[in-house]
Antibody, heavy 116, light 112 residues
Framework: EVQLVESGGGLVQPGGSLRLSCAAS????????MNWVRQSPGKGLEWLSY????????YYADSVKGRFTVSRDNANNSLHLQMDSLRAEDTAVYYC?????????WGQGTLVTVSS | DIVMTQTPLSSPVTLGQPASISCRSS???????????LSWFQQRPGQPPRLLIY???NRFSGVPDRFSGSGAGTDFTLKISRVETEDVGVYYC?????????FGRGTKVEIK
């Protein structure tokens, strides 16, 4: 069974940093592209970032470009999102999701709250 | 960026009756490889999104056959043939043809 489990969320002050992780199991992680998607409270879905199987191709949404960095550790079946210079508008549930042209599997999400 | 426009934003439906959601993209979703990467997701209250349909009309594993997708180019439709209680939630379309990936704003399906 495919499982994606996010962790690392929490309360952080504006301007602070946080590193999210996504632990993958039930499939060959190194063979699949991965993404981060977020959902602000009561709002819709916003795609944030994509990383290819090798990590050699990466894309970001303009809203996080230059502040967020996606990476993956294929040896340990994990995906990461380093979030710097956090703003109040980054408050959201952050999901990792597997796929390239669609998002076939999603984790349960981890809540990030940016507030003083 | 490709803008995805969903209508309606809300759809009250009687149990057992059909429901239809439209999604229009600001430009063609036909990829250079010939495929059209339009997906539909369901998000039940308190749950993460779940893939229903990919490449316009392909049902994902475990998705009931009352869900169907159609369309081409820039106009797409998700249909639920007979709405059941478990179908309550918000439905999103997403294009996977071009980066950045973009979602529609969502359509809330609720029971009348």
């Amino acid at each position: 069974e495919v499982q994606l489990v996010e962790s690392g969320g929490g309360l952080v002050q504006p301007g602070g940093s946080l590193r999210l992780s996504c632990a993958a199991s039930g499939f060959t992680f190194k063979s699949y592209e991965m993404n981060w998607v977020r959902q602000s409270p009561g709002k819709g879905l916003e795609w944030l970032s994509y990383i290819s199987v090798s990590g050699g191709t990466i894309y970001y949404a303009d809203s996080v470009k230059g502040r967020f960095t996606v990476s993956r550790d294929n040896a340990n079946n994990s995906l990461h999102l380093q979030m710097d210079s956090l703003r109040a508008e980054d408050t959201a549930v952050y999901y990792c999701a597997r796929g390239m042209t669609t998002l076939a599997y999603w984790g349960q999400g981890t809540l990030v709250t940016v507030s003083s | 960026d490709i803008v995805m426009t969903q209508t309606p934003l809300s759809s009250p439906v009687t149990l057992g009756q059909p429901a239809s959601i439209s999604c229009r993209s600001s430009q063609s979703l036909v990829h250079s490889d010939g495929n059209t990467y339009l997906s539909w997701f369901q998000q039940r209250p308190g749950q993460p999104p779940r893939l229903l349909i990919y490449k316009i009309s392909n049902r994902f594993s475990g998705v009931p056959d009352r869900f169907s997708g159609s369309g081409a180019g820039t106009d797409f439709t998700l249909k639920i043939s007979r709405v059941e209680t478990e179908d309550v939630g918000v439905y999103y379309c997403m294009q996977g043809t071009q980066f950045p990936r973009t979602f529609g704003r969502g359509t809330k399906v609720e029971i009348k």
